[in-house]
T-cell receptor, first 117, second 113 residues
């Protein structure tokens, strides 16, 4: 089974430029998450989709970050304009909620490492 | 979200067992205990989860205290590949649209050859 795919793996941009990240979740997974991980910290949830609808975007800085998940499959996360403090790893994860088991496993992609200069 | 407390770092020797502790004194009755780990330059990966009973899988064992206020992840024979940050996270089954994982800073496990 193919895992969660992300691209690009690395990106370097100047501050005030824009950047976009792409994620392809595991086939059949209805839920998709974007996390931001700053060096030395655990991942922080930015936005969660259920199919193509947003479930939780309470921690997404909406003045500069946007995300979409068209057709309930692939997703893109955009930053415009970027700030120095946006330097981080952006992780995409997906999950399929089994109806009978407790909890839910999230499967993470390798992440995109962003450096803003 | 209920919080967990883990040591910042631990060390182990190769081929010895490792016990990684986690305190979650404010856990609710429906919170599952999840463990993920993150190897260098990779995304987190699922290790194990449980509710009340101890759990075993091919990667590890999870021992849950009777009062559920603490748990221990057990790696039976550590290898160099087990060097990673280990996260203990509480997840609630009642979430209607997918579980939310609130990561702390985890425990950095170092495995010595």
């Amino acid at each position: 089974e193919a895992g969660v795919a992300q691209s690009p793996r690395y990106k370097i941009i100047e501050k005030r430029q824009s950047v976009a990240f792409w994620c392809n979740p595991i086939s059949g997974h209805a839920t998709l998450y974007w996390y931001q991980q700053i060096l030395g910290q655990g991942p922080k949830l930015l936005i969660q989709f259920q199919n193509n609808g947003v479930v939780d975007d309470s921690q997404l800085p909406k003045d500069r970050f946007s995300a979409e998940r068209l057709k309930g499959v692939d997703s893109t996360l955009k930053i415009q304009p970027a700030k120095l403090e946006d330097s981080a790893v952006y992780l995409c994860a997906s999950s399929y909620r089994p109806m009978t088991s407790g909890g839910e496993t999230q499967y993470f992609g390798p992440g995109t490492r962003l450096l803003v200069l | 979200d209920a919080k967990t407390t883990q040591p910042n770092s631990m060390e182990s020797n190769e081929e010895e067992p490792v016990h990684l502790p986690c305190n979650h004194s404010t856990i609710s009755g429906t919170d599952y205990i999840h463990w993920y780990r993150q190897l260098p330059s990779q995304g987190p990966e699922y290790v194990i989860h449980g509710l009340t009973s101890n759990v075993n899988n091919r990667m590890a064992s999870l021992a849950i205290a009777e009062d559920r206020k603490s748990s221990t992840l057990i790696l039976h024979r550590a290898t160099l590949r087990d060097a990673a940050v280990y996260y203990c996270i509480l997840g609630n089954l009642e979430e209607t649209s997918g579980s939310r994982l609130t990561f702390g800073e985890g425990t950095q496990l170092t495995v010595n050859p």
